[in-house]
T-cell receptor
Framework: SQTIHQWPATLVQPVGSPLSLECTVEGTSNPNLYWYRQAAGRGLQLLFYSVGIGQISSEVPQNLSASRPQDRQFILSSKKLLLSDSGFYLC????????????FGPGTRLTVT | AQSVAQPEDQVNVAEGNPLTVKCTYSVSGNPYLFWYVQYPNRGLQFLLKYITGDNLVKGSYGFEAEFNKSQTSFHLKKPSALVSDSALYFCAVRDMRSGGYQKVTFGTGTKLQVIP
């Protein structure tokens, strides 16, 4: 079976500090990978998606970047955090074919102070 | 452009009563439709999907959803609500067209409160 891991679970960082959130998937190959941000416990904002190693698409211009150094590893980064980067960050994967329902990780709660 | 509407911000239902969480969609081609559930401080969990075929789709935890093409709706239902069903529910749509990446659009979520 497939599993998805995210870490850390919670993070408190000062404004201007760097960020690195990691997501890994087990039990599948060539997954599509996604980073979302959820603000105020409601709507999901798609930040990045990736259909393969080194292939990253950004949905909205922002202070964040993403990388996919390995097939099942997806990293979300920032060089300098802003207060507005606070939120709940979710990583998800889907199969590359078919309906592509998404399977989400447990999330990272980021608070920028 | 595709879109999803969840017209109810919150739905309250008594335990043991049937529940319905509404979803309508707009997509250029034929849709893939999904329902997800989110418990507090957790990631979303996939409940069920509509691809093609039977309009009534059965999913996890006793939930089902009815696809209605003429009304462009995909309402989530359960015959008898449990207190443990209280959570945030998201509807999502993706265009079935092949070729290239087709983005999934999520609704804004409906909070379901099951009252003991």
């Amino acid at each position: 079976s497939q599993t998805i891991h995210q870490w850390p679970a919670t993070l408190v960082q000062p404004v201007g500090s760097p960020l690195s959130l990691e997501c890994t998937v087990e039990g599948t190959s060539n997954p599509n990978l996604y980073w979302y941000r959820q603000a105020a416990g409601r709507g999901l904002q798609l930040l990045f998606y990736s259909v393969g190693i080194g292939q990253i698409s950004s949905e909205v211009p922002q202070n964040l970047s993403a990388s996919r150094p390995q097939d099942r590893q997806f990293i979300l980064s920032s060089k300098k955090l802003l207060l507005s980067d606070s939120g709940f960050y979710l990583c998800a994967w889907s199969r590359e074919q078919g309906a592509r329902e998404q399977y989400f990780g447990p999330g990272t709660r980021l608070t920028v102070t | 452009a595709q879109s999803v509407a969840q017209p109810e911000d919150q739905v309250n239902v008594a335990e043991g009563n049937p529940l319905t969480v509404k979803c309508t969609y707009s997509v250029s081609g034929n849709p893939y439709l999904f329902w997800y559930v989110q418990y507090p401080n957790r990631g979303l969990q996939f409940l069920l999907k509509y691809i093609t075929g039977d309009n009534l789709v059965k999913g996890s935890y006793g939930f089902e959803a009815e696809f209605n093409k003429s009304q462009t709706s995909f309402h989530l239902k359960k015959p008898s609500a449990l207190v443990s069903d209280s959570a945030l529910y998201f509807c999502a749509v993706r265009d079935m067209r092949s070729g290239g990446y087709q983005k999934v659009t999520f609704g804004t979520g409906t909070k379901l409160q099951v009252i003991p």
